[in-house]
């Protein structure tokens, strides 16, 4: 069995090299690893490397260059993702018994650094509770029926070919549109909350508005995956349930960040809005 974990390169932190590439190497379930360059220096190690043009460099178009390398399961990680344990792999194969599972992904823990909006939005999206999503879902789930991250995500390379990959194009959300694809198409998606890494961003203003600027850009380009969710229940609610439940947590937890959690939350809408 042959595991090739993919990591696309954007400008790395320093730090990436010395733990992330490290805790690769040791864990329990071997797994080759090709890093996706966009120019930058990069030192030697155990790893292969291809260069690209850092104009080219596409959340989709870059992960797709994995086709040409023969493996058994795909890895994608990036750059700002550190394996938690040495169990990381072997805890995301596991979800692969079941012949249905086409994509498992790992749970996402807040770095030490982590704001609390950071805090509350890694664990509502990853909670402790290990599930296997399938069309079903939609009625309960809505529109995080087809939640993935490629942050860490495994994909049975069968099916990722048979496919033909990620959609072409896509520059944000590519994980989504494929797990929406897949589970429509009666496979299943699994979050494996034992398999686990260290994930979290600091965000700017002007973050949050490119940010679902691109987002809602997405979802006007792929206006399918609404309409299979509005069939179900209504996929904006969704997004009005986790603004109310982040300031409740906040207000037992971090009063002060109140107010820019309700800033957050109207450039969020605005940024998505005036792109869809």
């Known amino acids: 069995m042959k595991i090739q974990t993919i990591i696309p390169i954007l400008d790395p ?50 992960r797709n260059l994995s086709l040409k390398y023969e493996a058994d399961f795909y890895l994608f990680m990036t750059q700002d993702a550190m394996p938690y344990d040495e169990h990381l792999i072997a805890e995301l194969l596991k979800a692969f018994e079941d012949e249905e599972v086409v994509v498992s992904y790992a749970r996402q823990i807040p770095y030490k650094d982590a704001d609390a909006i950071e805090v509350f939005a890694r664990t509502t999206n ?16 809505g529109i995080k029926t087809f939640f993935c991250s490629d942050s860490c995500a495994m994909y049975r390379a069968s099916y990722f070919k048979e496919v033909g990959g ?13 797990a929406a694809r897949a ?59 986790q603004a109310v439940a982040e300031l409740k947590y906040l207000l037992k937890n971090s009063p002060l960040d109140i107010p820019r959690s309700i800033l957050f939350s109207l450039i969020k809408y605005f940024a998505f809005k005036s792109a869809s």
């Open 13 to 62: 932190q320093s730090s990436f090299f010395n733990k992330t590439i490290t805790a690769l190497h040791v864990q329990k379930v071997k797994s080759s690893t090709l890093l996706i360059n966009s120019g930058y220096t990069i030192p030697h190690g155990n790893f292969e490397v291809v260069k690209i043009d850092k104009t080219t460099f596409n959340h989709a178009n870059t």
């Open 126 to 141: 990853y909670p402790a509770r290990s599930r296997i999503k399938f069309r079903k879902d939609l009625t309960q789930l």
């Open 166 to 178: 990620f959609k072409q194009g896509l520059n944000t959300n590519e994980d989504m549109e494929y």
């Open 183 to 241: 589970i429509m198409n009666g496979k299943k998606v699994a979050y494996v909350a034992e398999a686990k890494v260290y994930h979290s961003h600091t965000f700017t203003y002007k973050d949050i508005w490119r940010r679902y600027r691109a987002i809602g850009k997405f979802f006007k380009e792929n206006q399918w995956i609404l309409d299979v969710v509005s069939q179900y229940t209504k996929a904006e609610s969704t997004g009005i349930k």
